[in-house]
């Protein structure tokens, strides 16, 4: 009784729990080895003499916290410059200690770091692919801890320091490696020429449309080589940087030469040219520069034809004629199969902008199937591909599409600037090196998974604090990785941004409505500012005007897609900058990338994170007159530490939020999955430490089960896989099971798509 009632003291007086005391008394060694209900009764007996001999509560607690068993809240917060004590020897094999370890081994199945400070070692929750279930199945064990876990994220102890506990930021990442910058010489291009539009053989209206409606004097580089080639009549080939002034090298020759065509070209006539593109988005751009051109010669009639629009509507308008036809290339197939008054007797001119692309999203089964409509009802005919970055796949285009081509290629790639390239491996995949915009800044940071969020968010906090707002544009590698964090920026940033002028995100990508994508798409144009989300959708040719940076959050599948995504800014000779964000196991991609003689400088993580200390709401209150450092590293860290722990209390509000968190987490790690081979030795799943990263996700712990979960439908497919090939040798399943999660091509696809997809490898881009 009389142990019974010293217990109950000891707990009164120091606030203790009971366990904590059992576990301060274990972990200094003096119960090793007894059974536990010995042990328990040997604890009550220490205890006993301790508060007998008024042995101080913080002694009980500091043994407590050195035999890190049992969490006692006394110990201070955000103490990154003191060293981690070290178990003492017989805290091994003490019962809180075996039970922590069972718990660390399922932890760690799940990918999750041993973390010496857990509260209570209940496994997290599964994650439930379907909706809603999430509300549901939340034990009350898991109740519990969070319950706990909040408490200890928000509380402020006596001492008057603050209490973030949630996120050890800092602690126990891996090395940043030293970025080792090759000597590399970009490719060049000159962007303007020194002649003007009225130098060519056009018609003087043509002229001064582009004069007067379109406000341009001089001639590109390559409007300056390849316009005289395609009033030549020639196939060309053309291959120049981004934002070089493709369109309307080919979109001036089609205009002249068919507004020359004898007799007048009537509507009721249909194509006499058809322009393919990748996306909807740049079918609309273009419709809108060949609209412009035409203004003189209201009887040429352009149309534009893509998937997410009625198709009702589309057939009525080629009932009644559209003369410059441009269309993605799905969507044009499916009328070529389904309506018939399309017809192309008259054909005249076949453009492919962004050939390469077309190929990529394994289109050349539709584009084949396209030039056989086309060869079988006109013979005489212009064919142009356009590109940044003509590759490989290209030439086998050209080779059944082209006859006799012209080769344009603007860049100066001439055998001095080889020797200062390195040439990786991965480099072979892609031969070619391609030029870059000569303005543009390019950067890379390197930065621990567990701070990838908050880096990202304090770059773009750092960037809105600037006086000229930044006009930006991220990319992600996934439609739900774009949803996330357009709803947890949504969420937890523009609250904090300044009332007059919160900062403006948008998102697009391929799971949203036809309208919807549209509006963005015009909204962002039209912006002197903002932060566009998104997926590769928007890395091809779009012409958004004046973006001041391009963020690569997930690093691109190729060299290809690097230059592109970029080559959203420093368009036409302005200036601009992008910045790709690395985990340390990737750093390799730069000398990858320096390989395509890209040239990337490194940014610390520690500069992008100091834009915090700019932010007044990530200040830690304190206590007792203590003022917080507003400056310097441990400011830094602490701000960052207050702001990742907005983003995971936002996370863990509800067991949706939780749920939908580790949804977007799973989709990284699909698309993760999808790397190319080449690029495997850097980007592989293996490499991913699914605790660190669970908590660029907002969560705190490595969903238990994620990578069973991928592994299993991995393994799944697998089987498939046998199976199929003993029937019929088909596409890998695993293949197709990469390419179904790859980007945001991949989902969303309406059932008749994804029939289409599986049968093809088609994405929903052109339907
Ligand atoms: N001669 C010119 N003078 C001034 N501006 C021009 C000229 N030619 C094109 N532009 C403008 O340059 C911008 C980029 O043109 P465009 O989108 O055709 O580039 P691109 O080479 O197709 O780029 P991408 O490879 O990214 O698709 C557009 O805003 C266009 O209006």
């Keep these: 009784m009389y142990v019974i009632y010293c217990t109950y003291k000891i707990q ?8 904590a005391c059992e576990g301060s008394f274990c972990s200094c060694g003096l119960t090793r080895g007894l059974p536990g209900s010995v042990a328990a009764l040997c ?6 003499i301790a508060f007998s001999f008024r042995v101080p509560w913080e002694f009980l607690a500091a043994m407590g916290d050195e035999g890190l068993i049992l969490n006692i809240t006394h110990s201070p917060n955000l103490n990154y410059g003191k060293k981690t004590h070290q178990k003492p020897h017989g805290a091994q094999k003490s019962r809180g200690n075996r039970r922590s370890k069972a718990v660390k081994r ?24 379907k909706p809603g279930k999430g509300a549901t199945t ?10 706990r876990n909040s408490g200890k994220e928000k509380e402020e102890n006596p001492k008057g320091r603050s209490s973030v506990k949630t996120s050890s930021l800092f602690k126990n990442n891996p090395d940043i490696p030293d970025i080792e910058r090759p000597n590399v010489k970009q490719l ?4 303007f020429s020194s002649d003007s539009f009225a130098d060519l053989d056009l018609h003087p209206h043509l002229v001064s449309t582009i004069n007067n409606v379109l406000g341009m004097a001089r001639m590109t580089s390559v409007q300056k080589m390849t316009i005289p080639a395609l009033l030549l009549g020639k196939d060309t080939m053309v291959r120049s940087q981004t934002g070089s002034g493709k369109t309307l090298a080919y979109g001036i020759p089609v205009v002249q030469s068919l507004q020359g065509v004898t007799p007048k070209i009537q509507r009721s006539d249909g194509p006499y040219a058809l322009v393919l593109v990748p996306t909807r988005e740049l079918a609309l751009q273009s419709f809108s520069t060949i ?8 009887w040429i009639v352009p149309g534009v034809l893509m998937g997410g629009e009625k198709r009702k509507s589309e057939k009525a308008r080629l009932r009644k004629g559209i003369n410059i036809l441009i269309s993605t290339p799905g969507r044009l197939l499916d009328h070529i199969k389904s309506t018939k008054n399309i017809h192309f007797r008259l054909v005249r001119w076949l453009v492919v902008d962004e050939a390469d692309r077309i190929l990529d999203l394994g289109f050349e089964k539709d584009i084949t199937a396209i030039l056989n409509a086309l060869n079988s009802q006109c013979q005489e005919r212009q064919n142009v591909l356009l590109s940044a970055t003509l590759n490989q796949g290209v030439t086998r285009l050209a080779d059944i599409s082209l006859h006799d081509p012209v080769s344009v290629t603007v860049a100066d790639d001439s055998p001095c600037n080889e020797k200062d390239a390195v040439k990786p491996e991965a480099a072979t995949e892609e031969p070619r090196s391609f030029a870059m915009p000569g303005q543009l800044h390019q950067h890379a940071v390197v930065v621990p998974s567990k701070l990838k969020l908050v880096t990202l968010a304090a770059f773009i906090l750092g960037k809105w604090k600037c006086k000229r707002k930044p006009k930006m544009i991220v990319f992600f590698a996934s439609c739900e990785l774009v949803e996330f964090h357009f709803t947890l920026f949504g969420r937890v940033l523009i609250p904090q941004t300044s009332k007059e002028d919160p900062a403006l995100f948008l998102r697009l990508h391929g799971n949203m409505k036809q309208e919807e994508r549209t509006e963005v798409f015009e909204q962002f144009t039209q912006a002197d500012a903002g932060v566009l989300l998104c997926t590769d959708v928007a890395a091809r040719g779009l012409d958004l005007p004046q973006v001041t940076w391009i963020v690569q959050y997930n690093a691109p599948v190729s060299a290809a897609d690097y230059i592109h995504r970029v080559g959203r800014t420093a368009r036409l000779g302005a200036q601009g900058s992008s910045l790709l964000v690395l985990i340390p196991s990737e750093a390799e991609y730069i000398q990858t990338l320096a390989g395509h003689k890209i040239s990337v400088s490194e940014m610390k993580m520690e500069d992008v994170l100091s834009g915090l200390l700019m932010e007044d709401f990530l200040k830690i209150k304190r206590v007792e007159n203590k003022k917080a450092e507003s400056s310097g590293p441990q400011a830094m ?19 949706d939020t939780a749920l ?27 490499s991913l430490h699914l605790g660190h990263v669970a908590k660029s996700f907002g969560l705190r712990d490595a969903p238990h089960n994620l990578s069973q979960q991928l592994t299993g439908s991995l393994k799944k497919q697998g089987k498939v896989k046998q199976k199929r090939s003993d029937r019929q040798k088909k596409p890998g399943a695993k293949q197709r099971f990469s390419d179904l999660l790859r980007s945001e091509f991949a989902s969303g696809l309406s059932p008749k798509a994804k029939k289409k997809l599986k049968n093809s490898g088609n994405s929903e881009e052109s339907t």
């Design 106 to 129: 399922k932890l760690q199945d799940a990918g999750e770091e041993p973390s010496s400070k857990r509260l209570t070692p209940a496994p997290v929750p599964d994650i439930k692919p």
């Design 660 to 686: 939908w968190a580790k949804k977007a987490l799973q989709s990284y790690i699909r698309s993760y999955a999808t790397y190319p081979k080449s690029m495997k030795h850097i980007f592989h799943v293996r």
């Design 291 to 298: 609209q412009k051109l035409l203004k003189p010669f209201t």
């Design 138 to 147: 939340e034990s009350s064990q898991q109740k519990t801890k969070k319950k």
């Design 188 to 191: 060049q291009e000159e962007v």
């Design 12 to 19: 009164a007086v120091a606030g203790a729990p009971w366990t």
């Design 637 to 655: 860290r602490e701000r960052a530490t207050v702001l990742q722990t907005k983003f995971e209390d936002y996370v863990h509000a509800s067991p």
């Design 43 to 48: 604890s009550c007996m220490f205890q006993l």
